[in-house]
Structure formats: structure tokens, C-alpha cells
């Protein structure tokens, strides 16, 4: 017999996630039966989507959502061996028990040298997340100028690198200046601390007084507002997500974008990862081959002990991760 543990949604969110609004608690799992396998999570992802999502998908009482990395302990299933590594969306806990339908075997061949910890960021879902917003949604062509914000995240630094693998100048805004240096050091073009500047309009004009083709947007609210402005004719708008108005309690109104939608008749599209599940195998291949060849870097934002759950999510909503944020166990 294995005790889990777990970390439960105590009370919904009420503005920005408290520690009193998470519980953890302890469960006895059942033997394993045949076709069933056990697994210990080795790295828990902590995402953005899990605030907004766990108001529409969650009950209070109910395991926190959420993807982790484990490594099989016990198996009745020949497809899951144990000592095979796993991406399973269990929620926050430490140890699960599946039939395997619901599991992905970590990318064969995965090299030692590469942790398995990037199958929860850069060759995991984000990196998909960052991949199809661009080659799919902005569908990016010769010339275009690329614009991303929360840039040094899991998502938006994989946008901005996969931009110049493919040969496009890219602006990035991220709030720090350690985050902005960072961007620089994987090779965007320009980058900008959105918090200091005394005008977003004017940063968003330094950095590429032309305007901007593709807009990769993690943020919403207000700087997308004033992005839209800075488009150029027929721009492509991936609405990748809203951090910027996942706590509020109040819901933010315009300025509204018709007047400039049809003026330089642009085209935004909000997309869910998951739309593209059939490309997601040869995509992972394609990401794995980029980071083996030094083409797209990696950084994570580790916390370390399952019991930090809870301070990891709210870290990183608070923007405390360069990288992907990551909880090792
Ligand atoms: N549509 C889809 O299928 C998916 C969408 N997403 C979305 O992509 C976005 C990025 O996710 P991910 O890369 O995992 O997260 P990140 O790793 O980028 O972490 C979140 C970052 O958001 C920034 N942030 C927080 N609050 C604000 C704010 N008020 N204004 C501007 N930036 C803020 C912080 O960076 P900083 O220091 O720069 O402020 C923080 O580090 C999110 O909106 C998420 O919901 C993610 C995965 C799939
Ligand atoms: C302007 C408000 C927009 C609200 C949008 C909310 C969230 C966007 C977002 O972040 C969506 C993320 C979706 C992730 C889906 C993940 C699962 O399909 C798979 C998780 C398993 C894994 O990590 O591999």
C-alpha cells in the first residue's frame, strides 16, 4: 500500500491565489490491478491556466490540476515498464495510479544529458503551445516582424527563439531587467522591462518603428491594447492567453478593437494547444532536435519539495520564474 499525497483546492480564488486556499492531504492508494501501473511524480509543472481553469473545471475539495513528470514504480502494463519516465496530467500529487490510456511515454532516445523535467516546458506542452501559436495561428511568412510578451516564460521564450531558428527579427517584453538580459542572450533582437518604461507605445515604437506582423500574446488587458496600435496592415494576433486578468475580481473593459481590426484589417485568433494533438509527436521531435543542437535554449525556475506547490504557482504568477516553473520533488 502507498500513501499519496495530495494538494487540494480548499476555497476557490478569490483574486490572487492565498496559501490558505490550498490543502494538502494524505490518501491511501489501492493495490494495482491488472493492466494498472504506479508511478512517483519526479517534477510537477506549475502553469497560468491552472487559475483560470480551476474556477470553470474545479470543485472545491478536488486535487489541484496540473502535468507532472514520474517515473513508473509498479506495473501490470506491459506499455509502462517500470523505471519508464511518464507525462501524466494527474493533478498535484505524488503518487497515481492509471490504466495507461491517459499516459504519454516521455519522447524514446530522451538523452541523459537533457532533463527530463523540459517534457513539462520546452518539449512539452509550452513548447507545443509556443510552436503551433506561431507556424499555425500567425502562420509567420518572409518579413514578419514577431512581438511577444511574458517573454522569458515557459511560452514566450520558445516563441521568440523558434521566431529566429526561422530567421525573424523578434521584440520581446518581460518584467524585469535580469529577464529583459536574458532575452538578449537568446537572441532576440530587441527586449524591453514593460514595468520601467515610462510608455508601452513608445517602447513598442523604439523597438521596431515599423510595427509588428505577428503578435504572440500571453498577456492581454491593457499592453494588447496598445500592441494592437503598433500592427501593421493584415497582422496576424495569436491570443495565446490573458495573464494579466486571470486575478481580477472585476472584469477589465476596453479600449475595443474593432476601429483598429478593420483598419488595418487584422486577424487574432485565440487557440488552445491541445487543437493540434495529431502534429504533437513529430512537433516534440522537432523541439527535441533544436535544443540537441544547441538552437533553442532552455531555462528552468525550479522549486524544490512537493510541499511548495502552492508557493511555485503563486511565484510564478507574481513573475518570480525565468523559464519554465518547474517543482522538483
Ligand atoms: N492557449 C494555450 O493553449 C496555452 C496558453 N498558455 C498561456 O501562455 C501564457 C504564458 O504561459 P507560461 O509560459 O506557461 O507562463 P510563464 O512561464 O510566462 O509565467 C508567467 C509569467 O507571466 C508574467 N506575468 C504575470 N502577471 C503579469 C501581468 N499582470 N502582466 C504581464 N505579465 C505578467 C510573469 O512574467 P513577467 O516577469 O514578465 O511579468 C510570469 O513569469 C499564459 O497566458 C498562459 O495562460 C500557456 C499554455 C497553453
Ligand atoms: C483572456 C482570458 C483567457 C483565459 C484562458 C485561460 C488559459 C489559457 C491557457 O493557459 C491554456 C492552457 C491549456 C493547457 C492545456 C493543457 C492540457 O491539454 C495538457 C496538460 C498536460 C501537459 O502539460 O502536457
Redesign the pocket.
Known sequence: MVNAKTWTLRKHFVGFPKCSDFEMKEEQLPETKDGEVLFEAVFLSV???MR?YSAVHMKEGNVMIGAQVARVVESKNPSFPVGCYVVASTGWRTHSISDGKDLQLLLTDWPESIPKSLGLGTIG??GL?AYY?LMEVCQIKDGDIVLV????????SVVGQIAKIKGFKVVG????DN?VAYLKQIGFDEAFN??TVSSLEEALKKCSPEGYDCYFD??G?Q?SSVALEQMRRFGRIAV?????L?NDTTKQTGPYVQTVMVFKQLRME?????RWKHKDEETLKQLMAWVKEGKLKYEEHITKGFENMPAAFMG??????T???IVAV
Do not use: Q, W
Open positions: 502553469d497560468p491556466y483560470p506542452m509550452p503551445t501559436g510578451n511574458a517573454a522569458a516564460g515557459a511560452v514566450g517584453s518581460a518584467g524585469s529577464k514593460y514595468k500571453n498577456v488587458g499592453f495565446c492567453g490573458g495573464i494579466s486571470y485565440g487557440f488552445i494547444v491541445g510564478m504568477l507574481k513573475g518570480e520564474n523559464g519554465k516553473a
